[in-house]
Nanobody, 124 residues
Framework: QVQLVESGGGLVQAGGSLRLSCAAS????????MGWFRQAPGKERIFVAHISRLGSSTYYTDSVKGRFTISRDNAKNTLYLQMNSLKPEDTAVYYC?????????????????WGQGTQVTVSS
């Protein structure tokens, strides 16, 4: 069992930045690849970014490439998402998730553990 708790969300103007954090506890954090997903009101949860177990590789959905950076600190059991140049369409609840899969996966059902989410609102 892995427990995940997100923080760092909030209200920001378009063009601004936020850094989300996801604190993990329970089983060994470095045994899991990690992902960030987001869900806007009335829409399905979609993939944002993925990072491998040791942080050596990352993968992003096209809409956030060059603006968002996923990283992790395995010594602190923490996952991060640095979000720059934010746009109103980035508004959503952001979730971190842990996956046992070795390969990159963008499918929510392949992530075994989820946090409760943190709200990000970008005003125009």
């Amino acid at each position: 069992q892995v427990q995940l708790v997100e923080s760092g969300g909030g209200l920001v103007q378009a063009g601004g930045s936020l850094r989300l954090s996801c604190a993990a506890s329970g089983r060994t954090f470095s045994n899991y690849a990690m992902g960030w997903f987001r869900q806007a009101p009335g829409k399905e949860r979609i993939f944002v970014a993925h990072i491998s177990r040791l942080g050596s590789s990352t993968y992003y959905t096209d809409s956030v490439k060059g603006r968002f950076t996923i990283s992790r600190d395995n010594a602190k059991n923490t996952l991060y998402l640095q979000m720059n140049s934010l746009k109103p369409e980035d508004t959503a609840v952001y979730y971190c998730a842990a996956s046992r899969e070795v390969a990159v996966t963008t499918v929510p059902r392949e992530y075994a553990y989820w946090g409760q989410g943190t709200q990000v609102t970008v005003s125009s």
